[in-house]
């Protein structure tokens, strides 16, 4: 990863949400990062989505909950900062790290 990481802007049904991510938010704080993202869309730029091409597919090591929040408003596309020539170990521990867990 010596290569300097950018956001980049892709179209939200190429990113998938991890199934193995550890961080499970409560019904009310979910509706509240919706309301988040809805009144303030530049946070999300702040804090993009990090994601593996490891597999061949976009997986989100960092942001699921956010992801989520851009399907259930429509987004067409989210920001993005891939993470690339990750192992599987590797993108667990950013998985963890990123979630708090």
Do not use: W
């Not at 010596?2 to 509706?31: M, T, W």
């Not at 509240?32 to 061949?56: H, N």
């Not at 960092?62 to 690339?84: C, D, F, H, S, T």
Request: charged share 30%; with cysteine.
């Amino acid at each position: 990863m010596g290569d300097k990481l950018k956001i980049e802007h892709l179209p939200i049904g190429k990113i998938k949400l991890n199934p193995d991510n550890p961080r499970q938010i409560s019904n009310k704080d979910f509706e509240s990062l919706i309301k988040s993202l809805r009144d303030c869309p530049d946070m999300f730029e702040a804090r993009p989505l990090l994601c593996s091409d490891r597999t061949g597919k976009l997986i989100v090591l960092g942001g699921n909950m956010r992801l989520r929040a851009a399907q259930k408003l429509g987004y067409k596309e989210v920001p993005v900062i891939i993470l690339p020539g990750l192992t599987e170990a590797q993108e667990k521990e950013i998985t963890i790290k990123d979630n708090g867990a």
